[in-house]
C-alpha cells in the first residue's frame, strides 16, 4: 500500500504555470510508471502525463507541450510542471500509477483553477 499526496495547485491567470507536486509515503521505484489525472466535474479521470521508472514520459494531445512531467525516486515524488496554462485545464489533479490506477493509491487530489 502506498499513500498519494498531492500540493501546489492554486489559482493561476491564463498563460501562466504551476508546478504540482505528488508525495508517495514510500518508494515509488518498483512501480514502472506513475501519471497524473486530472477531473473535471462530471467527468470521468483523464490520465494526461506519465513517466516510467527509467524517465520517459507520454502526455495526452491536450497537454503536449506545455505540461512536463517528472520523477524523483530518490524523494519518493513526481512532479507536473503546466505552462501556457488555459481556462480548461482547471480541474482536480490527481497522481497514481499508470496507465492502469490503483483504487486505493487515490489521494485528495490539488486543485488547479486558471482564470480567463
Known amino acids: 500500500q502506498v499513500q498519494l499526496v498531492e500540493s501546489g495547485g492554486g489559482l493561476v491567470q491564463a498563460g501562466g504555470s504551476l508546478r504540482v507536486s505528488c508525495a508517495a509515503s514510500?518508494?515509488?521505484?518498483?512501480?514502472?510508471?506513475m501519471g497524473w489525472y486530472c477531473q473535471i466535474p462530471g467527468k470521468q479521470r483523464e490520465l494526461v502525463a506519465s513517466?516510467?521508472?527509467?524517465?520517459?514520459?507520454n502526455y495526452a494531445d491536450s497537454v503536449k507541450g506545455r505540461f512536463t512531467i517528472s520523477r524523483d525516486n530518490a524523494k519518493n515524488t513526481v512532479y507536473l510542471q503546466m505552462n501556457s496554462l488555459k481556462p480548461e485545464d482547471t480541474a482536480v489533479h490527481y497522481c497514481?500509477?499508470?496507465?492502469?490506477?490503483?483504487?486505493?493509491?487515490w489521494g485528495q487530489g490539488t486543485q488547479v483553477t486558471v482564470s480567463s
Open positions: 497514481n500509477i499508470a496507465p492502469y490506477p490503483n483504487r486505493g493509491y
Open positions: 514510500r518508494s515509488i521505484f518498483g512501480f514502472n510508471a
Open positions: 513517466i516510467t521508472s527509467g524517465g520517459s514520459a
